[in-house]
């Protein structure tokens, strides 16, 4: 589990959600409202809340269908708790202390506890995309036995949504990545430590798997990766397609890079968000682009000789102001 103290946006992981044994219904005093497609229940006098976490829940589905495939469709419903009791009680169970918001994938629902996470704030929106992300893979994994490592379902949560676990001190996850120390993910398949140390460590390194897996392979294996799960490809064929080796070829290769001389560049890398990765990859299609035309104009400058054509150059015309530079000498004449 995640100390709060450290992650204020700590969230809940995806299997403590699917094991909620039942759901209470909402309050009978919540009020309700649509907006850009997103249900929301909430207290009298949170109106405006209500109307920005709908709006965030939106940007976020967007985004996501948008940049990586991923559908969140039907819209889930967004409940605005106020304080842990009534968080709890949407939630059907007790929570974690840290815990934030949770994702509901049986009901299709986002608890918010809006007491502790303001829903205007930035740490409200990064807090419900990273659960928007998790219903849209749980959607993927509607009718499968082989469900999506719990590794994989907090990395993408945390990167894709900025939520950053690495954007906090990083001595600990250096300094395991450094002495190749870090938890074997086949750990981290289907539950993660109760310690908070440990959990800690557990979704700063499912982060950086992520992160290093998209900056080798890039955004359009990812989505293909999706895509492939979503047909029915088993995850450890899907994985392999997707990403061009095993996931344990790719678990070792990556530790490999965290511990060898390249660690600082894995490191930076690792500490890009999602965003920070997109941006990069539009300025470096720019340079490609750039590139490409500037070597198509070189070959037809190319084929041109080739074939002796000449440029034409354009006729000038006569310029007064054109020829030899003004002298006071010719004035003079
Ligand atoms: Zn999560």
Redesign the pocket.
């Known amino acids: 589990m995640i100390p709060s103290a450290r992650l204020p946006l700590a969230?809940?992981?995806?299997a403590a959600a699917l094991l909620a044994p039942c759901l209470a219904a909402a309050p009978p005093d919540f009020l309700r409202l649509t907006l850009d497609g997103v249900p929301v229940e909430f207290h009298e006098g949170d109106a405006g809340p209500a109307r920005d976490s709908a709006r965030a829940l939106a940007w976020a589905a967007e985004r996501l269908q948008r940049d990586t495939g991923l559908l969140l469709t039907p819209q889930p419903t967004l409940a605005l708790a106020r304080g842990r009791e009534e968080f709890d009680l949407l939630c059907g169970r007790a929570m974690p202390p840290w815990s934030v918001a949770a994702?509901l994938p049986r009901s299709n629902r986002i608890i918010l506890d809006a007491g502790k996470a303001p829903p205007a704030s930035p740490e409200a929106r990064a807090l419900l995309f990273?659960?928007a992300?998790?219903l849209a893979l749980a959607r993927l994994e509607t009718g499968r036995a082989d469900r999506l490592p719990l590794w994989l379902?907090?990395g993408l949560?945390?990167w894709l949504s900025g939520a950053r676990h690495l954007h906090g001190p990083r001595t600990d996850f250096d300094l395991a990545a450094a002495h190749n120390a870090l938890i074997p993910l086949e750990r981290l398949r289907d539950t993660f430590p109760e310690r908070s140390s440990e959990a800690d460590m557990a979704y700063a390194q499912s982060e950086a798997f992520v992160a290093h897996l998209v900056n080798r392979s890039g955004v359009e294996a990812l989505c293909a990766f999706f895509r492939l799960y979503a047909d029915g490809v088993s995850f450890d064929e899907t994985f392999r397609a997707a990403f061009g080796r095993s996931l344990p070829e790719a678990e070792s290769e990556w530790r490999d890079a965290l511990a060898g001389r390249f660690k600082w560049l894995w490191a930076t890398l690792g500490a890009l968000t999602f965003w920070g990765f997109m941006a990069l990859a539009t300025v470096a299609v720019f340079f490609l682009v750039s590139w490409r035309a500037r070597r198509q104009r070189r070959t037809w400058e190319r084929e041109e000789e080739e074939w002796g054509i000449v440029a034409q150059e354009p006729e000038e015309e006569d310029d007064p102001d054109d020829g030899e530079p003004w002298s006071p000498k010719e004035d003079r004449r």
Do not use: S
Not at 11 to 14: E, H
């Open positions: 969230a809940l992981p995806l994702a990273h659960e992300v998790h379902h907090e949560a945390t």
